[in-house]
């Protein structure tokens, strides 16, 4: 079984954050092509190339069900068979770390010298261990071959 092609759309040139959409969701394909896939993930991809491909020219519609099925596509791709994109557990532990690490650290560090204004020293330092986290499952996972070729932007 094979991933399908994505409907060329010439009107969506002129909308250049749809068109990178577009691209970007194509790159993501081209990428998925190369690698080894189950019949069954295959036809799941199918499904959101087919809603994208019938959705209507209407630009805000088209953009939405672009972002619908590629998040939809590179979950099931993580859950499967634990395939990542660039940079993806960065962005994931850059947040859990600023909320796990950085605000109570910044409480500890506010009560400790008595005055609150040192709560926002924590979130820098939370930032840091999450984006240093994040940073090596990354590296983790493009030496065991589990990284996509592709960093989504949103």
């Known amino acids: 079984m094979e991933i399908k092609e994505l ?3 010439p009107s969506i040139d002129e909308n250049e954050k749809l068109l990178n959409s ?3 969701f194509d790159r993501l394909l081209t990428e998925l092509k190369i690698k080894e896939l189950s019949d069954e993930i295959i036809s ?3 499904n959101g190339i087919d809603q994208i491909n019938l959705s209507s020219d209407s630009e ?3 953009k939405k069900q672009i972002r619908k099925s590629q998040s939809d596509i590179i979950k099931m791709l993580e859950k499967e068979l634990k395939l990542v994109t660039k940079n993806h557990y960065r962005n994931i532990w850059l947040a859990l770390g600023m909320a796990a690490f950085g605000i109570p650290l910044g409480l ?3 009560t400790s010298l008595g ?3 040192f709560i926002g020293i924590g979130l820098p330092i939370g ?3 999450g984006i240093a986290v994040g940073s090596s499952m ?3 996972a493009f030496e065991e071959g589990r990284q996509l070729d592709l960093e989504i932007k949103y």
């Open 127 to 129: 930032m840091g261990i």
């Open 115 to 117: 005055n609150m204004g």
């Open 22 to 24: 577009y691209i970007q």
């Open 60 to 62: 805000k519609e088209l």
């Open 108 to 110: 500890i560090f506010g």
């Open 7 to 9: 409907k060329k759309r």
């Open 138 to 140: 990354d590296k983790k």
């Open 44 to 46: 799941s991809i199918n």
